[in-house]
C-alpha cells in the first residue's frame, strides 16, 4: 500500500512537470523577445530533469512512469495560458503572469505531495529539493514579471 501511495505522488509530481514543459514550450512560442525565449527552455529544461528523475525513481520501486502524461489542472493552464497572452496581444507581462500561474500550480502540488504521510524519508527529501528548486524559478519568473509591470 505504501509503494502504491508513493507511485501515486510521483507521479502526479511526474504530470505537473510534464505541464511544466508544455507551458514553457508554449511560452516560448508566444515570447517575441529572446531573453524570454532562453529563459522558458531553461524552465522546460529544468522539469524535464526533474522528470528524468521522477521516472527513475517510480521505474525504482516498481512503478509504471506516466510518461507523456498531463494533468487535467495542467491542460487547463495551457488553455488559460493562450487565452491570457490572446487578451494581452502576448506582451511579456501577460505570458510571464500565466507562467507565473503555473508556477504557482507546481508548489501546490508540490507541496500536497510534502503532506502524505506515506512517504519514505527518502522521497521526501527530494521532493524538498525539486520544491526548493522550482520556487527559485517560481521567484525569478515572478521577479520578471514584477519588472515588466513597472516598465510599463
Not at 81 to 94: H, L, P, Q, S
Request: net charge negative; with cysteine.
Amino acid at each position: 500500500m505504501k509503494n502504491e501511495k508513493a507511485l501515486e505522488v510521483l507521479n502526479d509530481l511526474l504530470r505537473i512537470n510534464n505541464d511544466r514543459v508544455e507551458g514553457y514550450v508554449k511560452a516560448s512560442e508566444e515570447s517575441k523577445e529572446r531573453d524570454l525565449k532562453s529563459l522558458f527552455r531553461d524552465k522546460a529544461d529544468e522539469s524535464r530533469n526533474i522528470a528524468m528523475t521522477l521516472t527513475q525513481e517510480i521505474t525504482k520501486i516498481g512503478g509504471e512512469p506516466a510518461v507523456g502524461d498531463t494533468t487535467t489542472s495542467g491542460k487547463i493552464y495551457r488553455v488559460w495560458m493562450a487565452v491570457k497572452a490572446t487578451f494581452n496581444g502576448k506582451d511579456r507581462e501577460g505570458i510571464l503572469e500565466a507562467c507565473e500561474y503555473g508556477e504557482d500550480a507546481a508548489q501546490s502540488a508540490y507541496k500536497t505531495a510534502l503532506g502524505d504521510e506515506d512517504l519514505s524519508s527518502e522521497l521526501r527529501e527530494l521532493i524538498t529539493e525539486q520544491k526548493s528548486k522550482l520556487m527559485v524559478s517560481h521567484d525569478e519568473i515572478k521577479s520578471k514579471r514584477d519588472e515588466a509591470k513597472i516598465s510599463l
